[in-house]
């Protein structure tokens, strides 16, 4: 493969610190026009550079490592790929002078003790990058037809006061979930429409964007279905009140419930008319097609319910039933989506709190500790401000969701609920990242008034810039990108003294603090928290 890579003119040099006899290629390539570069696309362009096998390259992310390289390709693992020989010189030639859709520009490559060591013409990268800062931080465009997703949620079929903190975790899930593939221009259509009173106050509050009852799906074909199929009375034994029946699904699970690792015991399902009343809304939104949907995108002319995938975001302990309510659906419903898939979300334990705590009361007492943080921060109590209630509100929506996604949705979440879980200064908090966001906002800002003083001038074209200016790495996201951000501004002085030798760099460094708030913004917006200007 790699004789059928672009060789173009290169140029051996002798690396500082290496053996006189080793050679690090560099390339001599005129920049291809402006596209999208990709961490993805580079790394499949390197490694198909080494010819068959398995991937090799890595994206490097360690600072120490950053200074001398962007891309390893461990010294092992080219030892398994070629034998004792070194990596031979053509192929080392075919990696410099990569190119492609995507492809990062390969400043030189290098054998050193760690393996094949990359590193890409870095201004030209942040020049790429920098002066398209929009299109990196928006998803890209889909290129064939966009899948349709049912985004079910049980939990939200009940009211905000007997919500578990396993149940909210699951909303929170669901609504980040939606978010994202809305991004991605998949049609998303939402179950259940929130139907208790109080659950749209408690969701606002949360920043969760869920429909609500616009209507009540028609329950009487399923329910005609349903009786057809009750069990004899006899063999149903007794029946709680309200019960229409019991359905046998013995023969439902094992051809399908088997196949899609349901629980072997299910054997049976209670039918309710809130349980037919929660089918019905799925059928309703299959088939709806994407007629509706948030995006206005068309069905294809030959879209089924097949075409649909049903995703259930459940806690762990709803979901057993929802494995009898994907049978019953199935059985009651010839039409059903035969894609249904869960994600199950593991149990919440808390420490410093009541291990009875409802999602209200767990945002009461976060929102107390915000309060309390500030105050000690800024010597007063501020919680009365109207000019700081709804910065307290985003702050302890952000330290919720933080906490709820901070790991595996299937794994189990262990939350701390004393004080000193809050801190603008934890590395891990929500908060924290909101702090770094209001941080970002200020550096601008003092930037502006500066410039509206005389002493800077205004902001040049971004493609006059001198992007080789800028020695240093910024890493992604959220809370990685704060910690590296945090470090970055505390390390590096933004806006110097008015002196125009020194505005090239300020320029090419601000430049680059535009990208990290556009790339931060975009995150905070898939969790549903708006930037803070201030804290």
């Known amino acids: ?31 291809p026009v402006a596209m999208r570069l990709g961490v993805e696309e580079t790394l499949g362009a390197l490694n198909s550079a080494l010819g068959p096998g398995g991937p090799v390259w890595f994206k490097e992310t360690h600072a120490r490592h950053l200074r001398a390289r962007d891309f390893l390709a461990p010294r092992r693992a080219l030892q398994a790929r070629f034998g004792d020989d070194q990596v031979p010189e053509g192929v080392v030639h075919a990696i410099v002078g990569l190119q492609g859709p995507g492809v990062a520009p390969v400043l030189c ?41 049912v985004l079910h949620c049980p939990a939200l079929r009940g009211s905000p006061s007997t919500l578990r903190l396993s149940q909210l975790r699951a909303v929170l899930v669901a609504d ?30 949360l920043r969760v964007d869920w429909p609500e009852v616009s209507g ?67 059928q309703e939104a299959v088939q709806a097609g994407a007629e509706g949907s948030s995006l206005g995108l068309a069905a294809a002319p030959d879209a089924g319910a097949d075409s649909y995938v049903v995703l259930h975001v459940v806690s762990c302990e709803e979901e057993f039933q929802q494995q009898k ?53 800024h ?21 919720i969701k933080f906490e709820m996604l901070s790991t595996a949705p299937q794994s189990q979440l262990l939350l701390a609920l004393a004080d000193s879980s809050i801190s603008t200064k934890g590395s891990k908090s929500g908060t924290f990242v909101m702090y770094n966001c209001a941080r970002l906002a200020t550096l601008f800002e003092g930037y502006t008034c500066s410039v509206e003083q005389g002493l800077y001038p205004t902001f040049p074209p ?26 970055y501004y505390n390390r590096v002085h933004i806006l110097g003294e008015p002196r125009p030798h020194l505005f090239g760099q300020m320029f090419a460094r601000l430049q680059l603090l535009r990208a990290v708030r556009e790339v931060l913004h975009t995150g905070l917006a898939m969790l549903g928290l708006p930037p803070l200007s201030h804290i």
């Open 216 to 282: 009540k799906a028609s329950t009487e074909a399923l329910k005609n279905r349903a009786i057809a199929e009750l069990s004899p009375a006899r063999e149903a034994g007794a029946l709680p009140p309200g019960t229409l029946g019991r359905v046998c699904l013995k023969e439902l699970m094992e051809e399908r419930g088997r196949t899609a690792g349901y629980d072997p015991s299910v054997d049976s399902c209670l039918v309710t008319e809130d349980l037919l009343s929660l089918l019905a809304e799925l």
């Open 462 to 487: 971004v493609s006059s810039l001198d992007f080789s200016l800028l020695r240093d790495e910024v890493c992604k996201f959220l809370v990685q990108l704060s910690m590296d951000f945090s470090s």
């Open 325 to 377: 309510l994907d049978l019953l659906w199935w059985k009651l419903d010839h039409q059903a989506p035969l894609t249904q898939k869960h994600l199950v979300c593991g149990p919440v334990k808390v420490t410093g709190a009541p291990s009875t705590l409802t999602a209200p009361e767990y945002y009461e007492l976060r929102h107390a500790q915000v309060c309390k943080v500030s105050s000690l921060k």
């Open 379 to 399: 010597g007063k109590d501020l919680e009365q401000d109207p000019a700081w209630t709804e910065i307290f509100r985003v702050l302890s929506v952000a330290t």
């Open 176 to 205: 980040h979930l939606a978010r994202i593939l809305q991004a991605h221009r998949v049609s998303v259509r939402r179950v259940p429409a929130v139907r208790d009173p109080h659950m749209p106050t408690f969701l606002r509050q």
């Open 109 to 149: 490559c290098a054998p050193t003790p760690a393996g094949l060591a990359l590193q890409l013409q870095r201004s030209a990268v942040f020049e790429r990058v920098l002066c398209s800062v929009a299109a990196y931080a928006a998803p890209a465009a889909p290129t064939g037809p966009t899948p349709r997703v």
């Open 1 to 31: 493969m790699a004789e059928s890579l672009p060789v173009l003119p290169l140029q051996p040099i002798g690396l500082p610190g290496n053996p006189a006899s080793t050679f690090c290629f560099r390339s001599r390539l005129p920049l």
